[in-house]
Each structure stands twice: as structure tokens, then as C-alpha cells.
């Protein structure tokens, strides 16, 4: 990682410690409070990577939220997990490898008081982030409109409702899809799989039909699906997005999607592009879908003044997106979102993807 990239990840950190604090939203320049705010910001972040130093005998003492043991280890300084990041759960380091069920949205570690719910192929996911989720294809429906308005007027890429069909489906299909074959799924069976190895989204160009989800119903904490074999007219791409996520994630990932169905549109093949530039810049507008948001929110916030529990919940949920984006570790999410992002920051969105059109490529 070179230099720049690196101030890049401190400075998204940076801001996502103010978000916690619940400033760094002001964006009133008049406000002389910034450099409280870093002070306050850099505190914490302290307080984050060394609990050890800190002089709260209460951190020191700080209960596990998971098994109510007093937590011995602490997390590495470079290993934080999510939950503690934008969550403030507290967790002995042991919980992220025992087995601990996390919810497959906001990444939190169970604890005994909160319900999750299985959704039936490998996935957990908490009662919370439960009460925003997107099952069937016909509930998406909505959301496929607000992301072509996100598109079409957000960030003026043209793109048509019936340029693509959108089927919600689970991770069995999504393995077959994927091509994942028997041993992912007796895996999804057998375990609960770690968020940042399943695949939630593709974007096909051709290939067999698709088995979506038509309806479910909830015994219990289980979801028990229906599914159909999906076939569709007249348009010639199909996204596959992952079922039971709460719309915000829904919408990232359907935007994402919709990026590289755009680059089909356009005349580019799968793997005409190398597949860093691609999934790098289809994760720069996934990022941009939850800023979009976020500003959504934030105007709604002007008219009513209390900030629910739901609405706190919603932003942390976004904060969770935008940092699995930024930390993404691998070469093509993690490196290729950075460099495309780089790219965008110099030469604007237009242009990038202009240049990416013309010379299959980023600008340098
Ligand atoms: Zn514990
Ligand atoms: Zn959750
Ligand atoms: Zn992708």
C-alpha cells in the first residue's frame, strides 16, 4: 500500500470515529469545533488500539458482551473487528474464530438477549437488521426503482428499467451460480460462513434460469422459502442478489450489480476488463449508494429532530457497509475499490469511466 492510500484509510477512520460521535455530520464550515472533534476522534481511536494503556480501570475491567467473562486478551491493533469498530460491542478475541453465530448484516456477535433468525442456507442474521430485509423478488421491485433513480439522476449514468431483471435468491443458488458446486454448499450447511466469503451478488449475461425466492414465511427463528424457476423476457441481463439483507445492503449490492451491467450495456465482455479495475469501480458506486443515503437521511433529519433507536441503528448499518468496502482485504474488492477511488477523486466519475470505455483501463 503506498503512502497515499494509507492517509486515505486513516482519513475514512478518522471520519467514521466523528460519525460515532455523532459530529463530523455537521457541515456547517462556520463551526470552529474540528479540532475538538479530531482531539475526541484520536482519543478514542487510542483508546480502541490499546485498551491496555488507557487509564479507565473500567476498560480494563471490561465485561465481555458475549459470554459475560472479563475480557483477558484484547484484539490486536490491527485486527478490530466490526463489531467493536462502529458497534461498540466489546468481545474477547476468541468469539470471532469459536463459532459465536455473527449476523451476516451488521457483523455483530450474538449475545444472549437478541434474537437471530437462520435463514436457511447458512446465513444468520439479527433481529434488527431482520425488520428491513428484502426477501422476494417482487419486494425488491422498489428498490430496483430507487436504485435506477440513484443512477439515472444521482450520478447520470444511463441506464434503462428494462436493461435488466433483478431475482433474489439464496446461497444455494448462489453457489450454483457461481459455480461453487456441492462442497460450497454441504460448507454453508456445515458452518456458518464468515460475510466476506459469501457471494451476494452477479450480474450473467447468459446461462440457465434462475431459482428465486417467491415467497417465505418465519416458524420460529427460521425462515422457511419458496422458490421458482424464474425465466425471463426481453431483457438480456439478470442479476442475482443474495435474499434476507436489510434494504440498505440490498441496495449496495443491486448497485453494485448495476454497474457491471452497464459495462455489459456498453459493449464490454466479462473479463474484457481485469477484474480488479471492474469490481474495484462497481465498488465505488456501491460506496456511493450508501452516501447517497446517507444524505437522503440527513435531509430527512432536518424535519424531525429526535433521532430515533431505528434511525441510530440505519447509520451504524451504513458506517458497517462503507468500512467492509474500505477494508476490503483482497486485490480485486480491497486494492482494486482503492485505486479506482483514487481515480475518481482526480478525474471525476465521468471521465474515469469514459477512460475505462475507451482504453479498458483506469486513468493514471
Ligand atoms: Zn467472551
Ligand atoms: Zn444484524
Ligand atoms: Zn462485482
Not at 435463514?119 to 425488520?131: K, Q, T, V, W
Not at 456498453?266 to 477484474?275: F, K, V
Request: charged letters at 25%; one cysteine or more; aromatic letters at 8%.
Amino acid at each position: 500500500m503506498s503512502q497515499h492510500e494509507i492517509d486515505d484509510i486513516e482519513r475514512a477512520m478518522r471520519l467514521s470515529l466523528l460519525d460515532l460521535c455523532g459530529k463530523g455530520k455537521n457541515k456547517n464550515e462556520n463551526e470552529p469545533s474540528y479540532d475538538e472533534d479530531r482531539d475526541l476522534a484520536e482519543a478514542i481511536k487510542a483508546s480502541l488500539r490499546s485498551p491496555g494503556a488507557s487509564s479507565s480501570s473500567r476498560q480494563k475491567q471490561r465485561v465481555c458482551d458475549v459470554c459475560d467473562a472479563i475480557i483477558k486478551n484484547t484484539h490486536p491493533p490491527d485486527q478490530i473487528p466490526v463489531c467493536s469498530e462502529i458497534w461498540n460491542q466489546k468481545v474477547c478475541p476468541s468469539h470471532l474464530q469459536d463459532g459465536t453465530p455473527e449476523c451476516c448484516s451488521c457483523r455483530k456477535l450474538k449475545t444472549k438477549y437478541v434474537t437471530y433468525i437462520n435463514l436457511g442456507d447458512g446465513r444468520l442474521i439479527c433481529d434488527e437488521c431482520y425488520s428491513t430485509a428484502i426477501f422476494t423478488t417482487q419486494q425488491c421491485e422498489p428498490l430496483v426503482d430507487i436504485c435506477l433513480e440513484f443512477f439515472n439522476n444521482g450520478l447520470q449514468i444511463q441506464i434503462g428499467k428494462h436493461d435488466f431483471h433483478v431475482s433474489m435468491v439464496d446461497e444455494f443458488e448462489m453457489a450454483r451460480l457461481s459455480g461453487r458446486g456441492g462442497a460450497g454448499l454441504q460448507t454453508l450447511i456445515d458452518q456458518i460462513p464468515h460475510p466476506d466469503s459469501l457471494v451476494l451478488g452477479k450480474t450473467m449475461s447468459y446461462g440457465p434460469p434462475l431459482i428465486s425466492i417467491t415467497s417465505f414465511s418465519r416458524r420460529g427463528n427460521s425462515i422457511i422459502t419458496a422458490k421458482q424457476q424464474h425465466l425471463t423476457y426481453g431483457s438480456p441481463l439478470r442479476i442475482a442478489i443474495a435474499f434476507g439483507l436489510p434494504k440498505v445492503m440490498t441496495g449496495a449490492i443491486l448497485a453494485h450489480e448495476m454497474m457491471h451491467a452497464w459495462f455489459r450495456l456498453r459493449g464490454i465482455r466479462t473479463g474484457q476488463l481485469e477484474l480488479k479495475v471492474e469490481e474495484g469501480m462497481c465498488q465505488v458506486i456501491g460506496r456511493k449508494w450508501l452516501e447517497w443515503l446517507e444524505c437522503l437521511e440527513a435531509q430527512d433529519r432536518k424535519t424531525s429532530s429526535a433521532i430515533t433507536e431505528h434511525a441510530q441503528f440505519q447509520r451504524n448499518l451504513i458506517e458497517t457497509y462503507k468500512y467492509a468496502v474500505d477494508m476490503h482485504s483482497s486485490y480485486e474488492y480491497g486494492h482494486g475499490f482503492r485505486e479506482a477511488k483514487w481515480a475518481v477523486e482526480k478525474y471525476k466519475l465521468h471521465r474515469t469511466i469514459d477512460h475505462i470505455l475507451t482504453y479498458r483501463k483506469l486513468p493514471e
